[in-house]
């Protein structure tokens, strides 16, 4: 490309940008720009003009903006521009943790890591290692978090990478001293930021950064030193409105706490007062900030004899407290329902030098993909009988072995999506109609096996599974991966007592999903309203029963079945029951385990 062209090239870029510059943007325009960016000869100029444009407004038009950045890492991939590719990872990425889809995040942040490392992009590794950090936070997983915050904090100092180094001392400084209690490391985090704040003379940080080290010293009770740096933070609030508001939200708040800890209450009432009445804003921060000074200020008019006050503030503590744990359970269950998508394009696999060696090596990446779930099973069920046995031990430690117990499901459930979405690329690679066809089928039994994981990690009872939510959940995911509509799809499900033991529970869960796909794909060809019974008893014994309305197939071939039927005896074998097939109206299977 010519200078010419390049220089003409950045024109465009320039008037692109001006042309939406403006805050309300529509549809049409947005797909006016798109179109002109998709214009551009060169495409390195089109991969980094259109992953820029759409990160411009990617808290305003979150879907869109992934959209345009799938695009564009379609662009590098057809290119092979391998910091392209990274580059795209690591914006989707961004995408998806700002769209609560934390998992999904982490894994593109991993694809670009290590091009960053293999081109020596120090900065952008600082990011990254800063965005892991971010979504391990946000999962509750402190100790990840701070492992990745000083990896990039090692990064950004041993290659003078100071603008986020600031961002990284702080956030680790916050876990450290909230989450772990060791004040004296937060404080020597809390300093370091606020030496790169002053460097990077950046007042706000500067000024934020004191207010924590002010709140540090008060949990240490060094209250004089707590109150010079608050004070001062809180001038330079009130001068500068900065954060909405936030910062002089909670010095305000924090100078009042200090003064209820040296007993000196009509100070405390005014601060904390202050606090509260300027906590307008519908922010969690400010919420959970305001329920604290709430809560603070009943206990100041209690000190202060003044009970019917007390009273009244504790019950619109009450109140508020009630609506925050709403807002935040709200938001704990839209993140946990998400579930890991599987549909994630790879990067281009390079072409191998015939066809045949491909195909090899698609074979043998599917043999160790099961290999892989084999060894995930295997040890995964080690882990639970150890820890169940442990629990029959050491009743007074039980708090502690259904969190490790989650952990285990939630790790499981983990390495069972990486198996799946390694399969799903694995099939749609291979041209043997056969092996592909195969891998998918084992790609559905993986799934079948995630689906109990994620719901035994998402409810409190560990040990035992709810069939009704289960085999609905399974059969409509049935139903729509095959293509029918639920509009049309007759589904039926009943149980008694649906409560079913894990050890049970992963045996019957694959044995129906091996039973419902068999109908998908072989049972409602020339049938109008498919329809798909389930019957689930749980009571002297387990007695499932499954029925559609397809034409059936010959039970004289039963002999010759393959791996589903045999997998279907292996596990009913493995259970202890017995099982039937027969025509009735259709396909029926009867399975019966005697207790």
Avoid at 150 to 171: D, Q, T
Avoid at 176 to 198: C, H, Q, T
Avoid at 267 to 291: M, R, Y
Avoid at 322 to 349: C, P, R, W
Wanted: charge should be positive; hydrophobic fraction near 40%; charged fraction near 25%.
């Amino acid at each position: 490309m010519t200078p010419i062209q390049l220089s003409t090239m950045k024109k465009i870029i320039i008037t692109v940008y001006l042309g939406i510059s403006c805050l309300a943007v529509s549809a049409q325009q947005y797909q006016k720009v798109y179109e002109k960016i998709m214009q551009m000869p060169d495409d390195t100029v089109k991969f980094d003009s259109l992953s820029n444009w759409a990160l411009g407004f990617r808290l305003i038009e979150k879907k869109l903006c992934k959209q345009y950045l799938e695009t564009a890492q379609k662009i590098a991939v057809k290119i092979n521009d391998e910091k392209r590719i990274a580059l795209a990872n690591y914006y989707i990425g961004l995408i998806e943790r700002i769209l609560g889809r934390y998992q999904s995040a982490l894994e593109y942040y991993l694809r670009a890591y290590p091009t960053f490392e293999k081109l020596q992009m120090y900065e952008l590794l600082v990011r990254v290692n800063i965005r892991i950090a971010q979504v391990y936070d946000a999962e509750t997983d402190y100790k990840s978090a701070i492992r990745y915050y000083e990896k990039a904090i090692e990064i950004g100092e041993k290659n003078n990478i100071v603008f986020y180094l600031g961002n990284a001392y702080s956030e680790a400084a916050n876990i450290i001293s909230v989450r772990f209690k060791d004040y004296p490391k937060a404080l020597k985090y809390y300093n370091k930021a606020l030496i790169i704040d002053k460097k990077l003379n950046s007042p706000e940080n500067q000024h934020i950064a004191e207010m924590n080290i002010g709140v540090l010293y008060s949990n240490l009770g060094q209250y004089d030193k707590a109150m010079n740096l608050l004070f001062k933070t809180l001038r330079f609030f009130q001068k500068n409105n900065t954060s909405n508001g936030t910062g002089e939200i909670q010095t305000l708040a924090e100078i009042g706490k200090i003064y209820f800890l040296k007993k000196e209450y009509k100070k405390a009432e005014e601060f904390i007062k202050l606090s509260i009445e300027k906590s307008k804003v519908n922010h969690e921060e400010i919420l959970e900030t305001k329920v604290s000074s709430m809560d603070l200020l009943q206990k100041i008019y209690a000190a202060q004899g003044q009970l019917k006050l007390a009273y009244q503030t504790q019950n619109d503590w009450r109140i508020l407290y009630d609506s925050m744990t709403n807002l935040s359970h709200k938001k704990n269950v839209a993140i946990l329902q998400t579930k890991f998508e599987t549909t994630q394009k790879e990067a281009q696999i390079k072409a191998l030098d015939n066809e045949n060696s491909l195909r090899t090596k698609q074979l043998v990446w599917a043999i160790i993909g099961l290999s892989v779930l084999a060894v995930s099973l295997l040890v995964s069920l080690l882990l639970y009988q150890k820890l169940k046995d442990k629990n029959l031990k050491i009743e007074s430690q039980s708090k502690q072995l259904s969190n490790l117990m989650k952990e285990l499901h939630h790790r499981v459930k983990n390495n069972l999506a990486m198996v799946s979405s390694l399969l799903s690329i694995q099939s749609k690679k291979l041209e043997d109609k056969e092996a592909a066809k195969a891998v998918r089928e084992g790609q559905l039994r993986v799934q079948a096996m995630s689906m109990i994981h994620q719901k035994l990690y998402n409810t409190d009872d560990i040990a035992t599974l709810n069939m009704q939510q289960y085999l609905q959940e399974l059969a409509e995911n049935l139903i729509q991966i095959y293509g029918f509509s639920k509009s049309e799809f007759n589904l039926e499900i009943r149980t008694e007592n649906p409560e079913l033991d894990i050890d049970l529970a992963i045996p019957i869960g694959l044995i129906v999903n091996e039973l419902v796909t068999n109908a998908m794909k072989y049972a409602y060809n020339d049938t109008p309203k498919p329809s798909l019974n389930i019957n689930f008893k749980n009571l002297n014994g387990i007695f499932l029963r499954i029925k559609d309305n397809g034409k059936g197939f010959d039970l004289s071939k039963k002999s010759k079945s393959g791996f589903g039927q045999e997998m279907i005896k292996g596990l009913t074998k493995q259970i202890g029951g017995k099982s039937n097939f027969f025509i009735e109206n259709g396909t029926v299977f009867e399975l019966e385990v005697v207790k």
